[in-house]
């Protein structure tokens, strides 16, 4: 089963590192909270399948991107499965805020990964690419915010994209 959602983020000033915000890579940081919660809840909890995932994609050209919820769940509980995995994502935009230690969870894995990606010429010529690109265009303060705004990502700021992008008028199967 799998489900997705389309969303449209704009780029905001963010005060706190003078930097400008793409909120992007704040929903990347909540799609891991969320694929914790779905793991958590579907799986372990509920028992209504044995895979779970939420992801998130960012477009190429457009503002914002897609999210996708995908569950191997059992045939007979397909209904319920979806049921609960909206629930969980409208109550992160609603009544179930992002913890301290889920931002911490979901963040650390995150920077760790950029710092391995960072040591490698592959990514820095593919940076270079897009830097020259006339189609995506870039600029050198994308690859040089990548760490400050993850280290700078607050509780707040994930609840915000989750209110963006998963309230219950947002997400459609």
């Known amino acids: ?12 000033h963010d005060e706190r590192t003078d930097m400008l915000c793409d909120p992007v890579r704040s929903f990347h940081c909540l799609s891991k909270v969320l694929n914790n919660r779905l793991h958590d809840e579907l799986r372990e909890k ?11 994609v960012q477009y190429t050209l457009l503002d914002g991107g897609m999210a996708y919820v995908c569950v191997t ?17 409208h109550e992160c935009a609603t ?3 992002v913890l301290q230690s889920e931002l911490v969870k979901a963040r650390d894995p995150i920077t760790a990964s950029e710092t391995s990606v960072l040591a490698s010429n592959s990514t820095w010529l593919s940076y270079c690419t897009d830097l020259q690109s006339t ?3 870039k600029q050198l303060s994308d690859v ?11 509780c707040q700021d994930l609840n915000e994209a989750a209110r963006l992008c998963l309230s219950p008028n947002c997400v459609h199967i």
């Open 46 to 56: 509920m028992g209504l399948g044995y895979s779970t995932s939420f992801g998130s």
């Open 144 to 154: 040089r915010g990548v760490f400050p705004h993850y280290s700078s990502l607050s």
């Open 73 to 89: 769940a059992f045939p007979d509980k397909i209904d319920e499965t979806v049921n609960a995995a909206l629930t969980i994502m």
């Open 1 to 12: 089963m799998i489900m997705s959602c389309h969303f449209a983020l704009e780029h905001t």
């Open 135 to 137: 189609v995506v265009p």
């Open 95 to 97: 009544s179930r805020p």
